[in-house]
């Protein structure tokens, strides 16, 4: 029993080896900049009026993706597992977020052709 447990610990060991504590540092200290560049946005840029709404929501939605991106391939382990596991959830994720605007858009939630006119 103890053999199967000693086994179980090392290749727990190596399948995390490739995240060190620095780079969770460095990892968190990104986030955290993100966060505190869209609070600078959300509680000086926007209400000072040096960028429309429409620049807010589209900076804030870039900068939640790249955290996103940071969770996911650090956090969650994905930067570490193979290209095809990889580029299967990225494509995935890429349709699920084309069928909900997709949807929106013919909700009528985005009118997308009031703003061409």
């Known amino acids: 029993m103890s053999e199967h447990h000693s086994h179980t610990e090392g290749h727990e ?37 040096y960028i429309s709404h429409g620049v807010g929501n589209f900076l804030y939605i870039a900068l939640t993706l790249v955290k996103a991106f940071y969770i996911v391939a650090y956090f969650m382990h994905l930067k570490y597992e193979k290209l095809g596991l990889q580029l299967s959830l990225t494509v995935s994720f890429i349709f699920i977020i084309y069928f909900i605007v997709l949807m929106l858009i013919e909700g009528g939630f985005l009118n997308i052709h009031m703003l061409s006119h």
Not at 22 to 39: A, D, H, M, P, Y
């Open 13 to 49: 060991h190596e399948e995390h080896a490739g995240l060190s504590r620095s780079k969770i540092w460095q990892v968190f200290g990104i986030l955290l900049l993100i966060t505190v560049i869209e609070f600078i946005i959300a509680l000086v840029i926007l209400p000072k009026g």
